[in-house]
T-cell receptor, first 117, second 113 residues
Framework: AQKITQTQPGMFVQEKEAVTLDCTYDTSDPSYGLFWYKQPSSGEMIFLIYQGSYDQQNATEGRYSLNFQKARKSANLVISASQLGDSAMYFCAMRANSGGGADGLTFGKGTHLIIQP | DAGVTQSPTHLIKTRGQHVTLRCSPISGHKSVSWYQQVLGQGPQFIFQYYEKEERGRGNFPDRFSARQFPNYSSELNVNALLLGDSALYLC????????????FGSGTRLTVV
């Protein structure tokens, strides 16, 4: 079974500062994928970034980067130069690749990020 | 291109009733998965369908069922509704297997009274 732990229920950050959202995971599957999603109050889950367990380099997508530390089983999301529009819930999720990923995504409980002007 | 479309966006049902939620995936995506998100929690996996066959099932009672049609759209059915079934139901489409990520729809917000 897979487990995702997000230990920060809420965070307040000043606009333009960088922010790190923590995520640790647990799985016995040697091949897996890690995802970060943003969920604004409208409810839609917006894909931000993906990291495969065998990827040699940390993933980056614009202002988003994933600090992947495999030995520590952590996959922290870093948002550079935060903006007011970044205020939302953020979810870390995992997919175990054994069985073709048929067990879907396992999500953490999320972090509520609020960007202050 | 249209994204993942879910209908209805909101609905209110009474305990004991039945509900059907619908999802149309992104064109070219053959896999649809369903998630339940109760208030204050992360989404929980319910089902995954690929090429019209159930490929994965989460820890949900038999009151929950789903199917996928030849055009890859999907329905989630919930029988004998309980108050605890009140949640946001999210549909995600993907290419299938390990290929690619998941694109989510805006969800259906179900309230059971």
């Amino acid at each position: 079974a897979q487990k995702i732990t997000q230990t920060q229920p809420g965070m307040f950050v000043q606009e333009k500062e960088a922010v790190t959202l923590d995520c640790t995971y647990d799985t016995s599957d040697p091949s897996y994928g890690l995802f970060w999603y943003k969920q604004p109050s409208s409810g839609e889950m917006i894909f931000l970034i993906y990291q495969g367990s065998y990827d040699q380099q940390n993933a980056t997508e614009g202002r988003y980067s994933l600090n992947f530390q495999k030995a520590r089983k952590s996959a922290n999301l870093v948002i550079s130069a935060s903006q007011l529009g970044d205020s939302a819930m953020y979810f870390c999720a995992m997919r175990a690749n054994s069985g073709g990923g048929a067990d879907g995504l396992t999500f953490g409980k999320g972090t509520h990020l609020i960007i202050q002007p | 291109d249209a994204g993942v479309t879910q209908s209805p966006t909101h609905l209110i049902k009474t305990r004991g009733q039945h509900v059907t939620l619908r999802c149309s995936p992104i064109s070219g995506h053959k896999s649809v998965s369903w998630y339940q998100q109760v208030l204050g929690q992360g989404p929980q996996f319910i089902f995954q369908y690929y090429e019209k066959e159930e490929r994965g099932r989460g820890n949900f009672p038999d009151r929950f069922s789903a199917r996928q049609f030849p055009n890859y759209s999907s329905e989630l059915n919930v029988n004998a509704l309980l108050l605890g079934d009140s949640a946001l139901y999210l549909c995600a489409s993907s290419l299938g297997g390990q290929a690619g990520g998941y694109t989510f729809g805006s969800g259906t917000r179900l309230t059971v009274v």
